[in-house]
C-alpha cells in the first residue's frame, strides 16, 4: 500500500513535471509575443553610462557583456526586420564600451555598423569615428582599430586624408600588419579607386575575426564585383542600342553580335538580367545589399536622357 | 487531505508571522513616509513616478528575499531541526507537506505585498492629494509582482527539498538573478548555433522569466500590463509552481530523513 | 489477531562518502515481534541500529530491503499513523508556538475533531507533568520539557500503538519516574509500547520482553526474567565452618567475611560444589542465584563482542537473529 501510493505520487510528479515544462514553454513564448516589443527601449531608460557604471557594483564587467550582447541582438533584429532606424546602436555601444573600455570589439564591429548607410547600417559615420576614437583613447596599443578608423574615413566618408593618416599611426604601433603601410600609401595616391577599395575589402575580409564583420566584407566584394560586371553591361547595352537604335530584349541578344561570349554569371553563380528600364541588374537584389548604381556616370540612363 | 494542506499552510503562516517577517514592513514604511515626505516637499515633477519606482522595487526586493530566506528556512529547517520528525509522523502525506508550505509562504508573501502595496498608494495620495485612474495600472504590476514571489516561492522549495539551507539560499539566488536576465538568455540562445542553441534555449526556458514579469518602470510611466497580459503571465507562474513543486516532491518523496 | 509490530527482514544501508560510495550498513536483515499489549525494550550500544530502526517503522527513511506491518498496516500506509504515536530521539518543534498550540496542530493533523481538541491537549499535558506553561514559546523549552512536549504528542490522540525513542533521555529522575509511570498506564490502557533505550534499568523495570541490538544485528530477544535468568548462569554459595580452599577449583570467586565465606560457583557445577562442601564437612548457609542486571549483561557483551563474533556460541542460551523468528516456548526451554 505504501509503495503502491508513493510510486503513485512519483507517477504524478512525473506527469506534472513533463506537462508542466511544456507548459511552460507555451506560455512564455505566448506571453513574450504579448508584451509591448520594448525590451531593449526599457533597457535603457537610464542613459548615462556613468549611471550605470555606479549602478552595477562592481560587475561592469558582465554587464558590458551583456550589452554587448544586446548590440549584437538588437541590430541583427532590426536587420532582419530590413528595418531603417537603429537609433538605439550608438548608445547601446557607448554603453557596452563606457562599461568595459577595453572591449574593442564592440569598437571594431560598432564602429563599421554604425558607419555604414541604411538598410546595411545606422548611417552615422561621425558617431562611428567618435565611438572608434574613444576606444584608441582607451586602447592606444590596438592597431586594429587605427585600421577601423581608417576604413570609416576611406570608405564611409570618402575623407582619404585622415584615412591615410590614421593608417599611418596605426603602422607605428608593434606588431601592426605590414598592410597598414600599404593601405597609408594607397590611401594616400588612389583613395576613390575601386581596387582600393577591392584591396581594403579584402584585407577586412581576411583579417576579420567575427564572422559578422566576415560576412559584411564578403557582401561587399561581392557587390564590387557585381558592380565591374554591370558597368561595362551597361556599356554593351548603350552601344548595342547606339547600333541598332532600340534596346536588348534580354542579355542573350548581346551575345550573337558578338558583345559577350556567353551569359555572364554574377559571383553567386546566377545570371544577370535586364530589368524592366532596360539596364543590367542581379537576379537577387538582397545579396548584394551594396550595389550602388552612379547615376551620373551610367551610359544607359545618359541614353535615356539623350531622347 | 486539502484541510491537512490548510492546517500546514497556516502554521507556515503563522511561523512566519512570529518570526517577525512582517517586520520588513517597518523598514517599508519608513522608506515610503521618507520618500513622500521628501519629494512631496522638493516636488520636481516626477514625485509619483519616484514613488511608484521605489515602491515596487522595495515591494520585490524585500518579498524576494523573505521568500528566499523564510522560504529555504521554513523548509530546510525543518528537515535539519528535525521537525519533521514529528509532523510526518502523523496522517500527512509527503506531498501535502510541500504543498502546504508552499501555500502558507506564497499567503504570507501576498499578505505582505498586500500591506506594502496599501503603502505604496498611501505615499501616492499623500504627495498627489488624489488618485488617478492611471494609479491602478499599478495594481497589475503589484499582482506580477506577487506572482514572481511566488515562483521564487516554489524554486526554493525545489531546492530545499534536496540541498542544505546555505546550498539552497545559493542555488534560489542564482536563479533568481539569471532568471532576471532571461530575456538576454533567449537572445544569447538565438545567436547560437546547434547543440550550443538547444543547450541556451532549454536553460533559458528552464528558468523563470522574471523579466517578463517586471512591469515596475512602465507602471512608474502610467503603464499598464494588458488583462490579456496578466492572463498568460498568471498561467505562466502556475505552470511554473505546478511544475517546481511536483519536481520537489518526486525528490522529497523518497528522501531519506537525516 | 495479528502481532502489534511485525518486522520481517528489514534492513537498512547507507552509503557514504562524497565520490566513492562506500556501504555502511546500519540495520542487518531484522525479524521480529512485538504482541499487543506488550511493553517491548529495545536495547543497544550508541550507533546499534535502534534509531534506525524505529525511523524505518515510522517511514521517516526507507528501507534498503525487507518489509514490516503495525497493526496489520504497511508501514508508510497514513492509516497507520493515525494509531501510532512517535517520539523521536532529541524532539523538536517549532520554534514560535507555544506547547498547547504546537498539540492544537498536531491533532488538527489527526484528524480529532474540534470539539475533542482542547480536552485532548489538555489531558496529553497534563499526562506528561507540563503545567504553568501555556504561554511560552517552545524555543524557550529546556530539554526535559521539549522531551515532554514530545511524550505529549506522541499520545495525543490516544494510539494504539506508541514508539518511543530513548523517552527518558534528557530527564532528571523524577521525570524519569514519571515516564515509567506513563508508560505503565499507557500498558495498563491496553496499549502496546516499543521503546529504545541504553538505560537498563528502565527496561528491566518496565518491559515484558526487550530485544538486544548490536552493530545492527539482534542478538537476542526474550522475556527480561528469563533473559536475567540465563544470563545469570552463576549461583553464590554461603557457608561455614570449612577452609576457603574447600571448593577447589569450582569456586569463581571467593569472599571471606565475618565467619562466613561466600564463594561465586557456576550454576551447571552448583552439585558438584554442594556435594565437596559436605565432604569437606562444611556447613551450608545460603544459595542464591546472583541476578545480574541488564546492565552487566549488556556489558558483557559488548566486552565479548569478538567472542560474539566466533559464530553461534553457544554461550547466551538464546536464540539470534539468525534464527528468526524467535519463539517464546523454546527460550523458556532453554532457560530451564
Ligand atoms: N544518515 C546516515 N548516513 C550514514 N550512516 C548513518 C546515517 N544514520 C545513521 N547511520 C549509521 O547507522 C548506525 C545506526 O545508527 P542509529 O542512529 O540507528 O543508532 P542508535 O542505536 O539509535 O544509537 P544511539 O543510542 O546513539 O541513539 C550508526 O552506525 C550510524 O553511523
Ligand atoms: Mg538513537
Known amino acids: 500500500m505504501s509503495r503502491v501510493h508513493r510510486g503513485r505520487v512519483g507517477i504524478a510528479c512525473r506527469v506534472a513535471i513533463v506537462l508542466g515544462l511544456a507548459g511552460v514553454i507555451v506560455f512564455s513564448r505566448a506571453a513574450a509575443s504579448a508584451a509591448p516589443h520594448s525590451d531593449a527601449e526599457n533597457v535603457l531608460i537610464v542613459s548615462s553610462p556613468r549611471v550605470i557604471h555606479r549602478l552595477c557594483l562592481g560587475y561592469s564587467g558582465l554587464i558590458a557583456d551583456l550589452y554587448w550582447t544586446r548590440a549584437v541582438q538588437y541590430f541583427g533584429r532590426t536587420h532582419a526586420e530590413r528595418g531603417t532606424g537603429y537609433r538605439l546602436l550608438a548608445p547601446i555601444l557607448t554603453i557596452a564600451t563606457e562599461l568595459d573600455p577595453k572591449l574593442t570589439i564592440a569598437y571594431e564591429y560598432g564602429a563599421v555598423f554604425l558607419a555604414q548607410k541604411p538598410p546595411e547600417g545606422a548611417g552615422e559615420p561621425e558617431s562611428a569615428v567618435a565611438l572608434i576614437r574613444r576606444g584608441i583613447e582607451q586602447n592606444p596599443g590596438n592597431w586594429r582599430l587605427y585600421y577601423t578608423l581608417g576604413f570609416i574615413y576611406g570608405m564611409e566618408l570618402k575623407d582619404y586624408g585622415s584615412a591615410a593618416e590614421a593608417f599611418a599611426q596605426g603602422a607605428q604601433i608593434p606588431g601592426a600588419h605590414p598592410w597598414m603601410r600599404v593601405l597609408s600609401a594607397s590611401m594616400a595616391e588612389h583613395g576613390g579607386d575601386p581596387e582600393t577599395a577591392h584591396y581594403m575589402w579584402t584585407q577586412m575580409y581576411q583579417s576579420a575575426t567575427e564572422d559578422m564583420l566576415r560576412n559584411n566584407a564578403e557582401q561587399h566584394l561581392r557587390s564590387a564585383e557585381a558592380q565591374v560586371d554591370l558597368s561595362r553591361l551597361q556599356h554593351m547595352i548603350a552601344a548595342y542600342r547606339a547600333e541598332t537604335g532600340h534596346p536588348p530584349a534580354s542579355l542573350a541578344a548581346l551575345v550573337r553580335p558578338g558583345y559577350l561570349y556567353r551569359l555572364p554569371k554574377d559571383p553567386t553563380g546566377q545570371y544577370y538580367r535586364i530589368d524592366a528600364h532596360g539596364r543590367a541588374t542581379v537576379q537577387h537584389p538582397g545579396d548584394f545589399p551594396f550595389l550602388e548604381i552612379d547615376e551620373k556616370t551610367d551610359p544607359v540612363l545618359a541614353m535615356a536622357r539623350k531622347p | 487531505m486539502i484541510r491537512r494542506v490548510l492546517y500546514i499552510a497556516h502554521n507556515t503562516f503563522r511561523e512566519a508571522v512570529r518570526d517577525r517577517v512582517l517586520y520588513n514592513l517597518v523598514i517599508f514604511a519608513l522608506l515610503m513616509i521618507g520618500a513622500a515626505i521628501l519629494f512631496g516637499q522638493i516636488s520636481v515633477g516626477i514625485e509619483r513616478i519616484v514613488i511608484i519606482n521605489l515602491g515596487l522595487s522595495a515591494m520585490s526586493i524585500f518579498g524576494a528575499l523573505i521568500a528566499m530566506f523564510i522560504g529555504i528556512g521554513l523548509v530546510s529547517k525543518e528537515i535539519e531541526k528535525r521537525t519533521l520528525y514529528t509532523l510526518l509522523a502523523h496522517p500527512v502525506r509527503r506531498w501535502e507537506f510541500i504543498a502546504g508550505k508552499f501555500a502558507g509562504l506564497a499567503g504570507t508573501l501576498a499578505v505582505n505585498a498586500c500591506l506594502m502595496g496599501m503603502g505604496v498608494y498611501a505615499a501616492l495620495w499623500y504627495v498627489a492629494h488624489r488618485l488617478t485612474s492611471g494609479d491602478v495600472s499599478l495594481l497589475g504590476a503589484m499582482y506580477c509582482i506577487v506572482l514572481q514571489l511566488v515562483i521564487i516561492t516554489a524554486v526554493a522549495l525545489l531546492f530545499s527539498s534536496f540541498a542544505s539551507p546555505v546550498m539552497a539560499a545559493v542555488y534560489t539566488f542564482a536563479l533568481f538573478v539569471i532568471g532576471s536576465f532571461d530575456q538576454d538568455l533567449h537572445a544569447f540562445a538565438g545567436l547560437a548555433h546547434g547543440a550550443t542553441r538547444w543547450l541556451a534555449m532549454a536553460a533559458a526556458y528552464a528558468v523563470p522569466n522574471f523579466a517578463s514579469l517586471n512591469f515596475i518602470s512602465s507602471a512608474a510611466h502610467g503603464i499598464g500590463a494588458g488583462p490579456k497580459l496578466l492572463a498568460l503571465n498568471s498561467a505562466y507562474a502556475a505552470v511554473y509552481c505546478v511544475t517546481a513543486l511536483a519536481g520537489a516532491t518526486a525528490v522529497f518523496e523518497r528522501r531519506n530523513l537525516k | ?336
Open chain 3, 1 to 336: 489477531m495479528s502481532a502489534a509490530i511485525e518486522i520481517a527482514g528489514l534492513s537498512k544501508q547507507y552509503s557514504v562518502g562524497f565520490w566513492r560510495k562506500r556501504p555502511r550498513i546500519a540495520l542487518q536483515p531484522l525479524h521480529m515481534e512485538v504482541q499487543r499489549g506488550e511493553v517491548f525494550g529495545y536495547l543497544g550500544h550508541n550507533g546499534a541500529g535502534k534509531t534506525t530502526t524505529l525511523k524505518l517503522l515510522m517511514g521517516l527513511i526507507f528501507p534498503t530491503a525487507g518489509s514490516a506491518r503495525v497493526l496489520n498496516l504497511d508501514i508508510g500506509d497514513p492509516a497507520m499513523k493515525e494509531r501510532i504515536g512517535f517520539l523521536p530521539e532529541q524532539p523538536y518543534f517549532y520554534d514560535y508556538l507555544t506547547a498547547p498550540e504546537l498539540l492544537t496542530y498536531f491533532a488538527q493533523l489527526s484528524g480529532i475533531n474540534a470539539g475533542n481538541r482542547e480536552r485532548r491537549v489538555r489531558t496529553a499535558l497534563i499526562r506528561v507533568g507540563l503545567r504553568g506553561i501555556d504561554r511560552l514559546q517552545l524555543r524557550k523549552f529546556s530539554k526535559g520539557m521539549l522531551q515532554r512536549v514530545g511524550l505529549a504528542q506522541a499520545i495525543l490522540h490516544d494510539p494504539e500503538v506508541v514508539i518511543l525513542d530513548e523517552p527518558m533521555s534528557g530527564l532528571d529522575p523524577i521525570g524519569r519516574r514519571e515516564v515509567r509511570d506513563l508508560i505503565q498506564s499507557l500498558k495498563d490502557d491496553g496499549k502496546t509500547i516499543l521503546f529504545s533505550t541504553h538505560i537498563l534499568s528502565d527496561a528491566e523495570s518496565l518491559c515484558d520482553r526487550v530485544a538486544v541490538l548490536q552493530k545492527g544485528r539482534l542478538r537476542v530477544v526474550g522475556r527480561v526474567s528469563e533473559l536475567t535468568a540465563s544470563v545469570q548462569g552463576r549461583m553464590e554459595v554461603t557457608w561455614r565452618d570449612a577452609p576457603a580452599e574447600a571448593l577447589g577449583g569450582l569456586a569463581v570467586e571467593n569472599r571471606a567475611g565475618g565467619d562466613c565465606i561466600r564463594s561465586v560457583v557456576l550454576e551447571a557445577e552448583l552439585d558438584a560444589a554442594l556435594q565437596a562442601l559436605r565432604r569437606a564437612r562444611g556447613r551450608l548457609i545460603s544459595v542464591t542465584p546472583i541476578r545480574r542486571s541488564l546492565e552487566q549483561y549488556f556489558l558483557e557483551q559488548g566486552d565479548t563482542e569478538t567472542n560474539l563474533g566466533r559464530d553461534n556460541e553457544p554461550r547466551l542460551q538464546f536464540q539470534t537473529s539468525e534464527t528468526p523468528p524467535f519463539d517464546t516456548e523454546r527460550i523458556a526451554e532453554l532457560a530451564k
